[in-house]
């Protein structure tokens, strides 16, 4: 393996008084300069790390770090030779300094470095594009598409008929966009599939009916969609997805599916069909939900979930079929307890 | 967000008694115009809508629809502004009805409104493509490839070498298809992998060593894959997809697996090497169904399952390790009192 | 449905005295030529079987192979027209007599047939390209990338900047490479996507901060990594590949993950942030591992689990919430008598 070279190099350097202010602190003991963010275990002199989970407690006792911004529970095992940052929000601190070291890494742009149009990418004549625009070697703006202002089209990107992005996107390499109205500073990451039908099929002893499907998507502003995420449109109504929820990669969202505003949809979960979550949902990875359900404002469904029923605002469910967490981890413990008296009983 | 374009708009309007002829009706008390199809949250006089879960009870007491297709049981809650036409199946006739109003919608179609084979595709000098094939900016078609008749490839597909695809199907834009045959009337969605090598390792104490994949894939007619599913090759014979068969999206189809015909198999399901299964099989979300088994015909299992044993033909099973549904329903029960009890003891 | 072209073709035969010597054995009773290998059910004479699992007994009975390569426990049940060569290990002597008739599927190569680099790649011009590079139309490589030798890019593969892919390498068609350093002899598989941003937020009542994501990706040599799979770049330090390591289809890898060497991720295995797997772990499909989760070296984990604890090394573990394979099934064998009983008294 040859030296890997950084990809994200930061374009300033920061000093530990601005640090400070950043992080809510009145002054510092020390000024100096701090010139990347790093990982505890990889950070060097001269490098800011952060520390808020106890899992990370010998890493933090071994670090070279020469700052670190770290909650007070951590802070007495700071090594003396690193400078504490003393803060309850350490990561929250963390991606606000990132965001000043490395502004280019805000938003996926260009792989190619293109600047504006490539003339290798292939735009309908009917195409809307806006000014500031990059589109990359090989995607494909279909017919009466519209893409807004700044936005930035990837490699083999398809963006289907009458499609509109807003402004300061980011479409990833290789994603499809069809049937769809995508707002603003939404990012799209490579591979994802947005607009394709959604499986609908009546049943049917010759043969399943294939149910046309003649809804789109609507893809609101701040949404951010994982890689190789798919997103298919609606039978009728719209497919839809709120303000600043976050999806992340091999999400598999079906027909008709509303998601609220805000929500955080971990890898490789199944939403099925006519499902409805609220704003502010969390959902962790690989949980299925069924369809038609109704997830209310706030729920959090654990991950490896199996939803077959409504959940409440602001609950806290687990398990399949998933339940009240709480009762998820009783049961759990009740197995164990059975099965701890059911093998004395055999061992007898 | 702006407001949004409909993308699929209504060829023809339909008229009361032509609804009523195909849902076998004898006659209508009053003759109209239906524009378009829509849900019943949606719809506006001179709209069409269905209804037949029991979910959507309030939504239909609100509908303003011109008109509902609803099963008896409901049809004493449709709005008195709204005109009934009731019937016990209300979605098969919906989805007839949507068929005559939007016929583009049936397969889907070129997202560049290109005609013929676009001059910005890549095709081997030794492929066949037959008449009325459409092919999208960006495609590559490999060498002997033969595409049938009125076949639409899309934006930068590509098909392998010596790959055939039936008359009448459509291949979504990014989709690779390779090592296979591929039947008429087949609807692969975009970013589907379709014959790369299965994930066959004899492990070994110094790193493991790969078992070459020299089998193929068989995809036979009127089958449906969703976006970015995955279908391996066979090692030595071929993995074989039956007629009908309907794969949602981010299914996972494993080297040498037997799908039989008709079969229905959701979102994220995982069918690992070798597995058969028979025809009438339907698969609910996110279910694994391991190496080697056999699903009998006609079997369900429900989603969010895993397999691990053979299911007999006709049976319903759930659960990990799945089992008989109803053994799951009562085993789940029995725990569920367990765990009350466990807590009354506790609690004392 | 027309007769099936082979998609691979012998390039030689082999004489039974070879697969012989192949298999450890002194002599063949009778020396023949062998044209092909063949699954048990297909194979006809002149071609080569393997049998090594009882599921195949029937099938083994039945086969009209020329000759079987099969363990000593099955050998009396090979028909008599059937050769036997009877080893402990037939599977891994099939894997060797495969590679000597079809040298050609060792390693995926052009699905175009192109000889060098195909003029419609769109190649940045700082990118350097090795000797003995094949690049298929459509591929787009980004600035400064480095593509070694011998290696082969796919069809609307796209290489991002300052990506470096080692030699004798093969990046399937509508793979994307971003933010990564990729070894010798590793196997990418189309659709995959490499080095996209972690899915990381800081979660507010206001909608979620981005954490920004500016480390890399280190994929070691001869790693294999299915169809699209997804492996995020890390948030400061890299996500890590081991060298052998082989992943399947759609399986997701979250940013900071390390992956040791030798390790086996079957399909649609999830494996969340800063997780740390040692080497020669197995993981069976769909199981999803927690966030900052340790798993020993050696540790298996059986399919469709979900691990919420660290794994020690050398265990075998199982379910949901993941513990120790053995107790996962008392518990289990625990929960059917109590339901049994449960029905018992309920049947009363």
């Given at each position: 393996?040859?030296?890997?070279?950084?990809?994200?190099?930061?374009?300033?350097?920061?000093?530990?008084?601005?640090?400070?202010?950043?992080?809510?602190?009145?002054?510092?003991?020390?000024?100096?300069?701090?010139?990347a963010?790093?990982?505890?275990?990889t950070?060097?002199?001269?490098?800011?790390?952060?520390?808020?989970?106890?899992?990370?407690?010998e890493?933090?006792?071994?670090?070279?770090?020469?700052?670190?911004?770290?909650?007070?529970?951590?802070?007495a095992?700071?090594?003396?030779?690193?400078?504490s940052?003393?803060?309850?929000?350490?990561?929250?601190?963390?991606?606000?300094?990132?965001?000043?070291?490395y502004?280019?890494?805000?938003?996926?742009g260009?792989?190619?470095?293109?600047?504006?149009?490539?003339?290798?990418?292939?735009?309908?004549?009917?195409?809307?594009?806006?000014?500031?625009v990059?589109?990359?070697?090989?995607?494909?703006?279909?017919?009466?598409?519209?893409?807004?202002?700044?936005?930035?089209?990837?490699?083999?990107v398809?963006?289907?008929?009458?499609?509109?992005?807003g402004?300061?996107?980011?479409?990833?390499?290789?994603?499809?966009?069809?049937?769809?109205?995508?707002?603003?500073?939404?990012?799209?990451?490579?591979?994802?599939?947005?607009?394709?039908?959604?499986?609908?099929?009546?049943?049917?002893?010759?043969?399943?009916?294939?149910?046309?499907?003649?809804?789109?998507?609507?893809?609101?502003?701040?949404?951010?969609?994982?890689?190789?995420?798919?997103?298919?449109?609606?039978?009728?109504?719209?497919?839809?997805?709120?303000?600043?929820?976050?999806?992340d990669?091999?999400?598999?969202?079906a027909?008709?599916?509303?998601?609220?505003?805000?929500?955080?949809?971990?890898?490789?979960?199944?939403?099925a069909?006519s499902?409805?979550?609220?704003?502010?949902?969390?959902?962790?990875?690989?949980?299925?939900?069924?369809?038609?359900?109704?997830?209310?404002?706030?729920?959090?469904?654990?991950?490896?979930?199996?939803?077959?029923?409504?959940?409440?605002?602001?609950?806290?469910?687990?398990?399949?079929?998933?339940?009240?967490?709480?009762?998820?981890?009783?049961?759990?413990?009740?197995?164990?307890?059975?099965a701890?008296?059911?093998?004395?009983?055999?061992d007898?």
């Amino acid at each position: 393996m040859p030296g890997q070279i950084p990809f994200f190099v930061p374009k300033r350097t920061i000093t530990a008084s601005e640090v400070a202010g950043i992080a809510g602190l009145l002054f510092v003991t020390k000024d100096f300069l701090i010139s990347a963010g790093a990982a505890l275990e990889t950070a060097r002199r001269g490098e800011l790390s952060y520390m808020d989970n106890h899992k990370y407690l010998e890493a933090l006792r071994q670090t070279n770090a020469g700052a670190c911004l770290v909650s007070p529970r951590f802070s007495a095992s700071v090594p003396k030779e690193t400078y504490s940052f003393v803060t309850p929000q350490p990561y929250l601190i963390y991606s606000r300094i990132l965001a000043l070291l490395y502004p280019g890494a805000a938003i996926p742009g260009s792989l190619f470095e293109t600047v504006g149009i490539s003339p290798n990418a292939t735009i309908h004549a009917s195409a809307i594009i806006d000014c500031g625009v990059t589109i990359d070697p090989g995607a494909v703006i279909g017919p009466r598409a519209k893409i807004g202002e700044r936005t930035y089209i990837g490699s083999n990107v398809v963006i289907g008929p009458d499609v509109t992005i807003g402004s300061h996107s980011s479409v990833g390499a290789g994603a499809i966009i069809a049937h769809a109205t995508v707002g603003n500073h939404v990012i799209v990451h490579p591979g994802v599939s947005i607009g394709q039908d959604g499986f609908g099929f009546v049943p049917d002893k010759g043969g399943h009916i294939k149910i046309l499907q003649v809804g789109g998507v609507i893809i609101e502003d701040c949404v951010e969609i994982g890689a190789n995420t798919t997103i298919d449109r609606g039978s009728t109504r719209n497919t839809f997805i709120g303000e600043g929820t976050k999806l992340d990669n091999l999400v598999q969202v079906a027909h008709n599916v509303t998601i609220g505003r805000h929500c955080l949809i971990a890898a490789q979960v199944g939403i099925a069909g006519s499902a409805t979550l609220g704003s502010f949902v969390a959902i962790g990875g690989q949980t299925g939900i069924a369809p038609h359900l109704t997830i209310g404002d706030g729920a959090q469904i654990a991950g490896a979930s199996g939803v077959t029923r409504d959940v409440p605002a602001g609950e806290r469910w687990a398990g399949f079929p998933a339940r009240p967490s709480r009762r998820f981890f009783r049961q759990y413990k009740a197995m164990e307890m059975l099965a701890a008296g059911y093998r004395e009983t055999n061992d007898r």
